[in-house]
């Protein structure tokens, strides 16, 4: 039993808390830590009366590295747990490698100036971590994690090689708001502003925002939704781990009503992220923006309704064309019963639990910067199904994978 530190004290950091604290045969002694500690010890309060177990809590500015690595020492903690914002990917990885430490994330970094994620900044960390013996484990959430661990397993167990992938994100869920975002507002709209970009003939193409959409049924009476084609960054490491996909697509479902208040917030300038002065001050107006909406590791009390994430893929199996689609779906309001949250917090939280689970156990241990889909999905697969995130995957005819129709 190894003692943790768990960095990030948001809607995710609460649900890696709960879940974490649930298993006290994998984790040790674990510490919360954020930039504000009132954060850490109300979550570790809600621990405490769930589980019967004590957090230790601690205040700790995660662009600091000398803090950080301070704090990891001090802590004995063999494993960092970043469910902090992606702006502080580098700073604790670096934090990591001066304490001798493991490291974990659920979104690749994202310089704080520019709107822009990809995986260089940290892959180039990959002989720095290996000549530590230290593992660094990115993209550990639902997607980038889950997403990325259906579609190893699929190739382990159920193809010889993948061809097409169309990842599918729909939340379902209402949280009763004029206007809010499942997570960190500030990295949502930054990411679902940002030109598309899918893969397709051996390179990325650029599309408009949302140019791309269309109607899709949840299986389960989940509900027809709209989904928009946009970019995400588990395509970028795919791509590159899965040699044999000639396209491969990301999807996410929005309501008329969230759309119509992203249209007006980009039109007026609020999801402007250069400075701007204002009486004497700069303000970058997204971060004001984020400021007055409400926070999402609030919404759990009144989101109802589902979410329902998973995998189209087609390929080839001995020869014969094969589709299968492998999803799971995830209840708002029972997330909200277990540990007080929102499945979108809980369906990122509970992958970062057991990516940390496989670290630990010495299976995902392994000197160097690793892509989940780079490991073997077998045992996450597994635990899955028994830690809150069952998954289902059903065959479809090519015709159904190609029209996305799965039920
Ligand atoms: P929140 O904004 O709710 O929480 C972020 C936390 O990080 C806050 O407690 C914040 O502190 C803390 N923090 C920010 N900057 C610093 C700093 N410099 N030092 C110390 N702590 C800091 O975000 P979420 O919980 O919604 O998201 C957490 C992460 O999960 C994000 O990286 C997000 O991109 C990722 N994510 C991944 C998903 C996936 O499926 N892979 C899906 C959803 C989210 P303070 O309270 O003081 O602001």
């Known amino acids: 039993?190894?003692?943790?530190?768990?960095i990030g004290a948001g809607g995710v950091g609460s649900v890696v808390a709960h879940k974490c604290a649930m298993l006290p045969e994998v984790f040790g002694p674990i510490t919360l830590a954020s930039r504000t500690l009132s954060k850490c010890d109300a979550i570790a309060t809600q621990v405490k009366q769930r589980s019967g177990r004590?957090?230790?809590?601690a205040q700790v500015d995660a662009d600091d590295v000398r803090q950080t690595a301070e704090l990891i020492r001090r802590t004995g903690a063999k494993l960092l747990i970043n469910v902090a914002l992606p702006y502080q990917d580098l700073t604790l990885m670096d934090a990591c490698l001066e304490a001798g430490c493991d490291y974990m994330d659920t979104a690749n970094y994202e310089p704080k100036d520019v709107a822009k994620f990809e995986y260089s900044w940290q892959w180039a960390y990959q002989d720095r971590f290996a000549a530590a013996g230290l593992t660094a484990l990115l993209g550990s959430g639902f997607d980038p994690g889950v997403t990325n661990v259906f579609t190893a397993w699929a190739l382990k167990h159920q193809f010889d090689e993948i061809h097409t992938l169309d990842i599918i994100d729909v939340n379902g869920g209402n949280h009763g708001k004029a206007f809010a975002t499942n997570f960190n507002p500030e990295i949502n709209i930054r990411e679902v502003t940002a030109p598309c970009r899918h893969y397709e003939g051996g390179g990325f193409v650029e599309t408009a925002a949302m140019s791309q959409h269309q109607a899709f049924t949840c299986p389960q009476a989940v509900g027809?939704?709209?989904i928009y084609r946009m970019y995400h960054e588990e395509l970028e490491s795919?791509?590159?781990?899965?040699?044999s996909l000639r396209r491969a697509q990301f999807w996410m479902s929005f309501s008329p009503n969230y759309l119509k208040h992203l249209e007006v917030l980009q039109n007026v300038g609020m999801t402007r992220i250069d400075p701007v002065l204002y009486q004497g001050l700069?303000?970058?107006?997204?971060?004001?923006?984020?400021?007055?909406l409400p926070d999402p590791g609030d919404l759990g009390k009144s989101t109802k309704g589902k979410t329902c994430i998973g995998n189209v893929m087609t390929g080839l199996k001995d020869g014969?064309?094969?589709?299968?689609?492998?999803y799971n779906i995830c209840d708002h309001e029972a997330c909200f019963a277990e540990v007080g949250s929102q499945a979108i917090s809980y369906t990122t939280g509970v992958p970062a639990m057991l990516g940390a689970k496989q670290i630990l156990a010495g299976e995902w241990r392994k000197p160097g910067v690793?892509?989940?889909?780079q490991h073997d999905p077998d045992a996450f697969m597994a635990d899955l199904q028994v830690h809150g995130l069952p998954w289902t995957c059903r065959e479809l005819t090519p015709a159904q994978a190609a029209s996305f129709q799965v039920v």
């Open 224 to 226: 027809t939704f709209e």
């Open 320 to 326: 014969q064309p094969k589709a299968i689609y492998i």
């Open 1 to 6: 039993m190894k003692p943790v530190l768990l």
């Open 370 to 373: 690793w892509n989940i889909e």
């Open 282 to 292: 700069q303000i970058v107006p997204l971060q004001f923006l984020k400021a007055v």
């Open 54 to 57: 004590e957090l230790a809590t």
């Open 238 to 243: 795919l791509v590159k781990h899965l040699p």
